[in-house]
């Protein structure tokens, strides 16, 4: 499409997170200036744990011009290591592959997500993003659709981006009806002081700990913070939303982990801990119809072994933006970005399923995840 076309098209974006955010950057890099991003929080929190930006998104932020607010708030990562439960011995040592582009080296970046979304949403104009916004229904007319949101306010846009996640409204209206489907999994999740990890942290590499039992102690060091993001997932036949846990129950789990990874178990504020169920989305036939797209967990959400959900929602922004300029329409953008990026999720989405233990660590990174 010609820039022209582009910056006179009214868009709408239904979230505010990975996806929404980078999108919504995206769009705007490509000459949208019409665009406007409906989350439905009231306001913005620091919430969330530690994530890895793989090069390719890194290469990203460098076309979109944030790459600097994106290093200011992370930290370079040179390797991954696995290792058995109690740490004695190293599984594999995964070197991060990076990226070389326009005389640059982009390497994996660990970020805490409250501020990989402060720095996303902090990049874009002021009054493109609008909190609050709850959709409550939207209404395809084959060149734009209506969206009505549960504070009463109605929007007409050439182009919704439907970034609302897992239970994503979008999809569940207009797309699938299926619901998220439960892995038999729980991620129990927090940020804690440096001073209180007792010694995990010792550079600015992930540390994956893996119990015979299925049960995985992740380590993602937050240096720059001061900080470790500590995650624990387990198998658990508790399908609901946010099980209740207790400080004896984690470390029952952690029975013949690394005494460390235990004993911060123990002293684990649980008011602090983000515990859940976890889930994915069985892969649907499409993505698209002439005026509304999927983006992010809303197209694909996927199980979090590989570390690809947030990547997945970078990069399909990239390839949304691209497949805009390529395309001669909206609705030929769309099919582009679809034949682009399906294949690749959809595998992700399969590899991430298969889930990984201690005697299998040579299968729980493909190449292109």
């Known amino acids: 499409m010609k820039t022209s076309e582009i910056k006179n098209l009214k868009i709408a974006i239904i979230g505010g997170g990975y996806g929404g955010a980078s999108v919504a950057k995206a769009l705007q890099n490509i000459g949208a200036d019409n665009v406007h991003v409906y989350e439905q929080a009231p306001a913005l929190a620091q919430v969330g744990a530690g994530i890895g930006l793989r090069p390719p998104s890194v290469e990203l932020f460098r076309r979109w011009g944030i790459f600097d607010r994106i290093a200011a708030v992370s930290s370079p990562s040179d390797h991954l290591e696995i290792l058995t439960a109690d740490g004695s011995h190293i599984l594999a040592k995964e070197e991060w592959p990076f990226l070389r582009a326009y005389q640059q080296v982009n390497h994996n970046r660990m970020i805490h997500r409250g501020d990989f979304i402060d720095a996303l949403l902090g990049a874009l104009p002021e009054g493109m993003v609008h909190l609050g916004y709850k959709l409550d229904t939207i209404q395809d007319h084959g060149n734009h659709a209506t969206l009505t949101f549960q504070n009463g306010e109605v929007v007409t846009a050439d182009l919704v981006i439907g970034a609302d996640g897992i239970r994503s409204t979008v999809r569940h209206q207009l797309f699938s009806q299926k619901e998220p489907v439960f892995s038999g999994e729980h991620a129990y999740r927090a940020v804690i002081s440096i001073e209180n990890a007792h010694g995990l942290v010792t550079d600015d590499n992930p540390r994956f700990y893996m119990g015979s039992n299925g049960t995985i ?153």
């Open 217 to 369: 102690a992740y380590n993602l060091p937050l240096r720059h913070r001061g900080e470790l993001s500590y995650d624990i997932t387990a198998a658990s036949d508790d399908a609901s939303w946010a099980p209740e846990i207790t400080n004896d129950y984690l470390v029952k789990l952690l029975e013949g982990f690394d005494e460390r990874i235990v004993q911060v178990a123990r002293e684990l504020d649980l008011s602090t801990v983000t515990s859940r169920s976890v889930f994915d989305i069985d892969p649907i036939d499409s993505w698209h119809t002439g005026s509304v797209a999927l983006l992010g967990d809303a197209a694909h959400a996927m199980l979090h072994h590989q570390g690809q959900g947030a990547n997945s929602a970078i990069l399909d922004a990239g390839g949304f933006a691209d497949a805009m300029i390529q395309g001669d329409s909206v609705q030929d953008a769309l099919s582009i970005y679809q034949a682009t990026r399906k294949p690749v999720t959809d595998e992700l989405q399969r590899v991430s399923r298969q889930g990984w233990h201690a005697d299998a660590v040579d299968s729980a990174f493909p190449a292109n995840a």
